[in-house]
Antibody
Framework: QVQLQESGPGLVKPSETLSLTCTVS????????WSWIRQPAGKGLEWIGR???????NYNPSLKSRVTMSVDTSKNQFSLKLSSVTAADTAVYYC???????????WGQGTTVTVSS | NFMLTQPHSVSESPGKTVTISCTRS????????VQWYQQRPGSAPTTVIY?????PSGVPDRFSGSIDSSSNSASLTISGLKTEDEADYYC??????????FGGGTKLTVL
């Protein structure tokens, strides 16, 4: 059974870059789409973007200028970088696998990132 | 782009049936699959319905999904309500560029 685990710093300073990694276990990262989603405390879900194992990406237009995603198939990992963060980027960040574009089936447990000096 | 609108909250008694709606603002609800997620407090979302009406393995058949083109909406129906079903439920679809769109979420109270 495929499992996803997010990892990365829990605290990031304003204006710096948030970096997270999602490790895929129990299955191969190849031939799937992989997404990042976030949720500020007490609020709804926001899709950040996706990457395919070929490296092709799609980003939420509202975040596109600050987002970079990458994939490392040798490590069964994919990553998110969000630059120039502010307090508004404080959220729980989830990774997810898509069985087809727009259709996720497996979610990670999430990791909390706080933006604060 | 379109929006997905859900009721803010619904409540029902144990053993009863509840339906949560998700209305698409523009474009046909049938154009792109709709998924439903359950999120209990402090936990990650889990998929309860995908591709409009498919249940992942392990999800009880008390959960069902449907779409209605006449109202341009999708629905999640939970029958035989249990207290453990109390959670936030989100619908999600995607646009022509495969960019995800979420509904605002519905808080289900089982009382």
């Amino acid at each position: 059974q495929v499992q996803l685990q997010e990892s990365g710093p829990g605290l990031v300073k304003p204006s710096e870059t948030l970096s997270l990694t999602c490790t895929v276990s129990g299955g191969s990262i190849s031939s799937y789409y992989w997404s990042w989603i976030r949720q500020p405390a007490g609020k709804g879900l926001e899709w950040i973007g996706r990457i395919y194992t070929s490296g092709s990406t799609n980003y939420n237009p509202s975040l596109k200028s600050r987002v970079t995603m990458s994939v490392d198939t040798s490590k069964n990992q994919f990553s998110l970088k969000l630059s120039s963060v502010t307090a508004a980027d404080t959220a729980v960040y989830y990774c997810a696998r898509e069985i087809s574009p727009g259709v996720p089936d497996v979610w990670g447990q999430g990791t909390t990132v706080t933006v604060s000096s | 782009n379109f929006m997905l609108t859900q009721p803010h909250s619904v409540s029902e008694s144990p053993g009863k049936t509840v339906t949560i709606s998700c209305t698409r603002s523009s474009g046909s609800i049938a154009s792109n699959y709709v998924q439903w997620y359950q999120q209990r407090p402090g936990s990650a979302p889990t998929t309860v319905i995908y591709e409009d009406n498919q249940r992942p393995s392990g999800v009880p058949d008390r959960f069902s999904g449907s779409i209605d083109s006449s109202s341009n909406s999708a629905s999640l129906t939970i029958s035989g309500l249990k207290t453990e079903d109390e959670a936030d439920y989100y619908c999600q679809s995607y646009d022509s560029s495969n960019l995800w769109v979420f509904g605002g979420g519905t808080k289900l109270t089982v009382l």
